[in-house]
C-alpha cells in the first residue's frame, strides 16, 4: 500500500482510540511538528522571561503615638477618624503636583515620560504606591497602637527606597499640618461664631427697646386710624376714577364740536379720521378705567391715537385749509379747551397713582398689626436662647484654644517612622523560575496539542491495520515508498528553507518578546509585574 495515499481515507471521528504504540507512531510522524511547536513556545517564554526588567519593593513603616495628654484634662479637637484623616493625607500626597515633584526630582520612570503625557506618569506611580494598614489589639483602647506601612515598587533600587521614606516623611509633615489646621479651624470658627453671638446679643438687647420705634403706624392702637385712612383712600379714588369719566366725556363732547366746526370750515377735511379718532378715545378712557397705562391694549390704543393725531395735524397744515381753520375762533377756542381737558386728564391719573400707593402702604401697615403683638414676645425668647448659646459658645472656645496649644506644641497624636525603607538586595518581581516552569510546561502542552489537532485532521492511512479495519477489501502487501534522487534534492532544498523559516520566526518571536516584556511601559511588563501581582 503506498505510505502517503489519501484516495481512501478515514474520517476523524471513526479513527479508534489511540494505543501507546499508536502515540508513538504519530509522535515519530510529527515529531518536526512538535519540536518547531515546543522550540517556539520555549523560546517565547524564555524571551519573555529574560527581557523583564527587575522589580523592587521597600516599605517603610509609619507608627501612630496616641495623644499625650489624658482626655480628661485636654479633649481634641480633631474628631476625625485615623482612616479618614489617612485618605485626606492620601488624596494631598499622591496629588498630581506633589507626585511630579516626585518623578522629576528622583527622575523616575524616564523612559514613559519620552513617550506618555504626564498624566499617565504621574497615574502609574499612584498604582505603584501602596498603603496598607496595621492593628494591634490590647486591654483598653488607650494603649492601642496602629501602624501603617507605605511600600512603593520600581525598577532602581535605591530610588526606591527613597521614594518610600520621602512618602513617608510626607505622611509625618502633613499629619502634623492637618491637625494643626483642623485644630486652628476649630477655633477659628468658635471666635468666630463667638464674636457673631456677641454682637447677635448685643442687637437683640437693642431690639426691645427699638420695638415700638420700628413699628411706628403697625401698633395694635393705630389699628383704626389705619382703617378710617384707607376708607378715606378709597372714596378719593372712586372720586377720581368718577372725575376721570367726567373728564373723558367732556374732551369727547369738545372734539366732537371741533370736528364739526372744522368740516363747516373746511368741509373737504379728514372727516373719516376725525371719527375713528373719536372712537379710539372713547374707547381708550374704557380701558383706562379698567386696566393700568402698561396694559397692551392701552398702549396699542394710544399708538393708532397719536398716528391719527399726527395724520390730521398734517392735514390741517396743508396749503388749502391751514389758512381757513387757524384763522377761525371757533376752532381756536374748541382746541384749547381739549388741551385743557387732556392736562386734567393727565392730572387725574397721577393723582390715581399716588392714591393707590398710599393705599397699598396702608393696606400692609393693617395687614402687619397682628403681628406686632407676638413679635415682642418672640424677640424676648430669641434672647434668653441667644444668651444661653453665648455662654456654651464662650466655655468651648477655650477648649479648642487650649486643644489648638497641644497641638501646636505636638502633644496629640503624631505619626513617626519605626521602621524606615531600606534598599532591596533582591527584586520581588518577576519570578522567573516559576515563569520558566510554567513556560516549559506550556510548551509541552502546545506541542502536544498540536500533534494531536494534526493527526485528528489528518485522513490519510498510514499502516495496513489502519486499512483493514476500515475496508473489506483485502490488503496483499505494504510497498514502501521509493526515493529518487530528484526527491532527496527536493527533500534537501525543503529542508533547507524550513531551517531558514523557522530561525527567521524564532528570531521574530525574539523581537515581538522584547516589545512586549523590556522597558517601563512593555504590555506583558505591565500585566505580570503590575502591583500587587
Known amino acids: 500500500m503506498p505510505d502517503g495515499g489519501r484516495s481512501a481515507g478515514v474520517e476523524p471521528e471513526d479513527r479508534p482510540g489511540l494505543t501507546l504504540a499508536g502515540a508513538a507512531a504519530a509522535l515519530r510522524r510529527r515529531r518536526w511538528l512538535a519540536l518547531f511547536t515546543f522550540v517556539a513556545a520555549l523560546t517565547a517564554v524564555v524571551s519573555v522571561v529574560w527581557f523583564l526588567p527587575d522589580v523592587y519593593r521597600s516599605s517603610a513603616t509609619v507608627l501612630i503615638d496616641r495623644q499625650q495628654i489624658p482626655d480628661e484634662l485636654v479633649r481634641s479637637t480633631v474628631t476625625s477618624g485615623l482612616e479618614i484623616r489617612l485618605h485626606t493625607i492620601s488624596q494631598e500626597i499622591l496629588s498630581r503636583s506633589r507626585l511630579e515633584a516626585l518623578i522629576q526630582r528622583f527622575d523616575l520612570y524616564p523612559d514613559l515620560r519620552r513617550s506618555a503625557p504626564m498624566e499617565e506618569v504621574v497615574e502609574r506611580m499612584r498604582d505603584d504606591i501602596r498603603i496598607d494598614l496595621k492593628g494591634g489589639a490590647a486591654r483598653n483602647e488607650r494603649a492601642t497602637t496602629v501602624a501603617f506601612t507605605i511600600s512603593y515598587v520600581g525598577r532602581d533600587a535605591k530610588k526606591v527606597a527613597l521614594v518610600a521614606n520621602t512618602l513617608a516623611s510626607f505622611y509625618i509633615e502633613e499629619n502634623l499640618k492637618v491637625r494643626e489646621r483642623q485644630a486652628a479651624g476649630t477655633a477659628e470658627f468658635l471666635r468666630v461664631q463667638l464674636d457673631n453671638m456677641k454682637r447677635t ?182 434672647y434668653d436662647a441667644t444668651k444661653e448659646q453665648y455662654h456654651s459658645l464662650l466655655l468651648r472656645q477655650g477648649e479648642a484654644e487650649v486643644g489648638e496649644s497641644m497641638e501646636q506644641r505636638q502633644k496629640g497624636e503624631q505619626f513617626r517612622i519605626i521602621e524606615p525603607a531600606l534598599i532591596s538586595e533582591k527584586p520581588t518581581a518577576p519570578n522567573r523560575g516559576q515563569l520558566l516552569v510554567l513556560g516549559i510546561l506550556l510548551a509541552l502542552a502546545l506541542a502536544v496539542g498540536g500533534v494531536v489537532a494534526a493527526e485528528h485532521l489528518d485522513t490519510s492511512f498510514h499502516t495496513c491495520e489502519d486499512l483493514r479495519l476500515h475496508s473489506r477489501v483485502p490488503v496483499l502487501a505494504s510497498i514502501p515508498r521509493v526515493a529518487t534522487p530528484q526527491d532527496r534534492q527536493e527533500r534537501r532544498r525543503r529542508l533547507a528553507l524550513t531551517t531558514a523559516a523557522a530561525a527567521l520566526g524564532l528570531a521574530a518571536i525574539v523581537g515581538v518578546s522584547y516589545l512586549a516584556a523590556s522597558g517601563e511601559h512593555a504590555p506583558l511588563a505591565s500585566l505580570i509585574l503590575k502591583p500587587g501581582s
Open 201 to 382: 446679643l448685643e442687637q437683640q438687647e437693642q431690639a426691645v427697646s427699638r420695638f415700638k420705634e420700628r413699628h411706628i403706624g403697625e401698633l395694635p392702637q393705630q389699628m383704626e386710624a389705619n382703617l378710617a385712612t384707607l376708607e378715606q383712600l378709597n372714596s378719593q379714588l372712586r372720586l377720581n376714577s368718577d372725575q376721570q369719566i367726567q373728564n373723558s366725556e367732556r374732551r369727547a363732547a369738545v372734539e366732537k364740536q371741533l370736528e364739526e366746526a372744522e368740516a363747516s370750515v373746511n368741509p373737504g377735511g379728514p372727516r373719516a379720521a376725525a371719527q375713528r379718532l373719536e372712537e379710539l378715545r372713547k374707547q381708550l378712557t374704557a380701558l383706562r378705567t379698567r386696566y393700568s397705562e402698561k396694559y397692551p391694549d392701552v398702549v396699542r390704543t394710544k399708538a393708532e391715537i397719536a398716528a391719527l393725531e399726527e395724520q390730521l395735524q398734517k392735514a390741517e397744515l396743508s396749503p388749502e385749509a391751514s389758512g381757513t381753520v387757524a384763522g377761525n375762533p371757533q376752532v381756536a377756542q374748541l382746541r384749547a379747551s381739549r388741551d385743557e381737558f387732556d392736562a386734567r386728564g393727565r392730572a387725574l391719573q397721577a393723582e390715581a397713582k399716588t392714591l393707590h400707593d398710599a393705599l397699598a402702604r396702608y393696606q400692609s401697615r393693617v395687614e402687619n398689626v397682628p403681628r406686632t403683638e407676638q413679635e415682642y414676645q418672640r424677640l424676648a425668647r430669641d
